[in-house]
């Protein structure tokens, strides 16, 4: 345990596009990599990242589906063997109009104690997939160490 408390150096904020539909649960298929932790310097630098919040934001209509998060430790191509499912975030029904808001999520740890911070080490990655071929925004803000 540490004593004293671990802050990140660099605040950072990503924003990715999701659009093409994969249903597998596996870590593989079509996974939009949003965030990327920086590899370890020295012991100044030690790399790695702590995402502190994600917000998912539907594009236009959705039905019934899923966002999934993964985590991955290798930054370049994701495989079934470095990429592991995090979380799923069920997307419900929506056909947003001038009185409709479109589906979105604020993953915190607030809202989800559970989950948060997500962190991780040196070169690993955050990605994420939707199940139906339905249009999100990915948008996740943490910091660097």
Sequence with gaps: M????????????????????????????????????PAAIDAENPGGSRIERIVIAATGTTTAGMVRIYTSSDAVANTAANTHLYDECPVSAVTPSGTVAAFMVDMSAVSFPDLFPIILGPGETLRFSTNNAEGFRVTVMGGDY
């Design 2 to 37: 540490s004593y004293k408390a671990q802050y990140t150096k660099n605040v950072r904020r990503t924003t990715a596009t999701l659009s093409t539909a994969n249903t597998a649960r596996d870590g593989s298929g079509s996974i939009v990599t949003a965030w990327t932790a």
